[in-house]
């Protein structure tokens, strides 16, 4: 019978080990030493606690904690916070916030939500914006983000759940990439 | 009775038709002790406005979440920053968790890619793990403090000297005794990719504390 395959020398750590495979386990020395051998850093990494932090360094991170979320708009307005001021600036903000809109409006839908934010946006948003507006409409809509190459390493990660990660929120420098990169791909002349 | 709270549109375009309003609920009945709510009713009492609900949330979580920081970065300071990090993307994206995991989970979550994004951001040097020192597992006595916390320092700069999957599959195995399921949806990989993740970050681990008698 073959030796255990590293997914289940993990199941085994997991004391998840298929019973049949568990049958070879009992009579091969080679597959329990290569079990011993994972156990023992498994067993170091347990036993490592960290060092706490004092009562005054808890204090200071909750003053700067506490002024850091001051700076945020509530969270009640979910992904609507998204348009705060600070947040977006006129084209390069329409461009994520379509993006964005276009992510969550499934989940707005299922949480019985608020009509049809994206048409509504959209039209008002037009309605302030520059010729480029339709063409990166356009664009946005065909866009498959996990297909963009330009995201390699710029520390946005593009897979399933993205919308899921966007909603939950960019910090600035993520926001300005993003902006960039779809700002790029949808050819929009920077300023 | 409910009441009706109405909030002004927190941007410069107010798109028509989207209502900017929302009814929050109150009631007679005494508002309850925070410390005495669990962290689903946290989360909706934030969302109701009450500020000093995350508050709550923060006190209970932080320490947690500041030692998954702390072991992903082995350093107290940038450990403190994520951490920060950490809640002001809750903070930003509360309304969006629905209580299909425990807090802790999803806060967890948010941890750790906001440690793997600042990695990538930062652009730190991951050195191949071959062309490093292994670390000195040192003299062992289970009898003394020192010691111990030394081995526990040597274990946490091993840990973070493994590349970041890796070091974020171990994490969250390991001290957020997360599922290899749950790990894989979080870091967008397979079930396999997790298992090998966490297969290779142990054989590392080995390598890096030095062979051990
Ligand atoms: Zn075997």
Not at chain 1, 91 to 116: H, K, N, P, Q, T
Not at chain 2, 44 to 63: P, S, Y
Not at chain 2, 104 to 123: D, E, F
């Amino acid at each position: 019978m073959t030796h255990l395959r590293p997914d289940e020398l993990v199941d085994l750590l997991d004391g998840a080990l298929a019973p049949g495979r568990a049958a070879h386990l009992e009579t091969c020395d080679l597959c329990r030493e290569e079990a011993a051998r994972l156990a023992m850093p498994l067993d170091a990494a347990r036993g490592a606690g960290v060092p706490e932090p004092s009562e005054g360094e808890w204090a200071r991170f909750s003053t700067r904690l506490s002024s850091a979320i001051e700076a945020e708009p509530s969270p009640g307005w979910g992904w609507l916070s998204w348009l705060a001021p600070p947040v977006l600036v006129p084209i390069a903000g329409l461009a994520v916030l379509v993006f964005a809109l276009a992510v969550s409006v499934d989940r707005v839908a299922e949480r019985g939500g608020w009509g049809a934010p994206v048409a509504v946006v959209t039209d008002a948003a037009v309605d302030d914006e520059s010729d480029a507006w339709p063409a990166l409409v356009e664009v946005l809509a065909a866009l498959d983000l996990s297909e963009v190459d330009a995201f390699a390493g710029t520390g946005i990660d593009v897979r399933p759940g993205v919308s899921e990660r966007l909603v939950a929120g960019l910090s600035r420098e993520e926001f300005a990439t993003l902006q960039r990169l779809i700002e790029d791909e949808a050819g929009v002349a920077h300023p | 009775m409910a009441a009706e709270r109405t909030s002004n549109w927190p941007g410069t375009w107010a798109p028509v038709g989207v209502p900017v309003s929302r009814t929050v609920k109150s009631s007679d009945a005494p508002i309850p002790r925070l410390a005495d709510l669990d962290d689903a009713a946290l989360v909706a009492a934030t969302l109701d406005g009450r500020r000093e609900a995350f508050d709550e949330i923060v006190e209970r979580h932080r320490r947690v979440v500041y030692q998954l920081c702390y072991r992903f970065v082995n350093q107290p300071e940038d450990a403190a920053d994520l951490t920060q990090e950490t809640f002001v993307r809750a903070w930003r994206g509360l309304a969006k968790f629905r209580g299909q995991a425990a807090l802790s989970t999803w806060l967890h979550r948010i941890a750790v890619n906001v440690c793997l994004n600042r990695v990538a951001l930062k652009r730190l040097p991951t050195e191949p793990i071959d062309d490093r020192q292994f670390v000195d597992p040192g003299a062992r006595d289970p009898h003394g403090d020192l010691v111990r916390d030394e081995r526990a320092a040597r274990v946490r700069a091993a840990i973070a000297q493994l590349p970041p999957k890796q070091r974020a599959t171990l994490l969250l195995r390991v001290y957020q005794d997360m599922p290899h399921e749950e790990i894989a949806q979080v870091l967008g990989n397979t079930v396999g990719a997790v298992k090998a993740n966490f297969f290779h970050a142990l054989g590392n681990l080995r390598r890096l504390l030095g062979e051990q008698p």
